[in-house]
């Protein structure tokens, strides 16, 4: 007997799982922090965030070390954890950065090296894979509602 793959046709109930997997994870795919920290706040510990979707993101004290290496002290007041990021659901999809003029500052000058007077409002794949592999916990991405 031949091996054959399962065609879409062998599982009639499979648009439904995905349908139900969505609904159920819904939730976490658009949570967003309900609370922020200012990195001059940050203490000698882990920090919890709490999140829309009623989890918390643990943003681990070495990430946040890291990062307060990375930009100059001036910026501690003004950059906001976690650095969130909302995905939208375009052809390639884009990387919005949350938050206002200072944390585009911030997160371009964490990018570049520079302080840019209006930084751009979004980051390309390649820049977001290293912030994310750079500060893995400080990173918060959500994906964008349609219509919203």
């Known amino acids: 007997m031949v091996d054959r793959i399962p065609q879409d046709r062998d599982r009639p109930g499979s648009s439904r799982f995905f349908e139900l997997f969505f609904q159920r994870e819904a939730p976490h795919l658009y949570s967003e922090p309900v609370e922020t920290l200012l990195l001059s706040e940050a ?6 965030i709490r999140l829309s979707s009623g989890e918390y993101l643990v943003l681990y004290y070495a990430d946040i070390k890291r990062l ?17 990021f909302k995905l939208t659901e375009t052809n390639p999809p884009k990387l919005r950065i949350v938050g206002g003029e ?16 209006r930084p751009p409002e979004e980051v390309g794949e390649e820049e977001f894979s290293r912030l994310l592999r750079t500060l893995r916990s400080l990173i918060h991405l959500s994906l964008e509602r349609r219509g919203v």
């Open 102 to 117: 200072w944390q585009r500052r911030v997160i371009h000058y964490l990018l570049t090296g520079e302080i840019a007077w």
């Open 68 to 84: 307060k290496e990375l930009v100059p002290r001036y910026l501690y007041g003004k950059t906001r954890l976690p650095l969130h």
């Open 43 to 48: 203490g000698e510990g882990n920090v919890r």
